[in-house]
């Protein structure tokens, strides 16, 4: 079977890709998010691979950052600036190449979709 005949659905780079662009401005993922939304859990090093391949001007991919929110490149590299800016042209606090997310905010999926809270009952004595 060609490559080019090959469903995208059964090639987890483009896999990975979508799941990098449905990632919405303002917010950020890690590695380990992408490939588990790409259905590859566990693979979040070929998540990071893949978009170090990344040829696309128009891939989010500054929305992905390491497990602890930090930023994968070198302090100070060209890299690293690059995404402390367009982080932060997006509205998203950047300090000393890390972004402190919370425990809400930190699954973008469980934050849409998971049921609302249970209201919190009191004892009453």
Not at 3 to 9: D, E, F, G, L, M
Not at 29 to 52: D, M, N, W
């Amino acid at each position: 079977m060609a490559a080019a005949s090959r469903n995208p659905k059964d090639d987890p780079a483009a896999r990975i890709l979508a799941a990098v662009r449905a990632i919405p401005p303002g917010q950020v993922a890690g590695y380990g998010e992408v490939a588990r939304r790409a259905g590859l859990p566990g693979r979040a090093r070929l998540a990071a691979r893949v978009l170090s391949g990344n040829t696309d001007p128009q891939l989010p991919w500054h929305r992905v950052l390491r497990a602890d929110g930090r930023i994968a490149f070198p302090e100070g590299s060209s890299g690293w600036r690059e995404q402390c800016q367009r982080l932060r042209a997006e509205g998203v606090r950047v300090e000393g190449g890390r972004v402190r997310r919370t425990g809400e905010a930190a699954d973008i999926d469980a934050a849409l979709w998971a049921p609302p809270p249970s209201p919190r009952r009191t004892r009453s004595r």
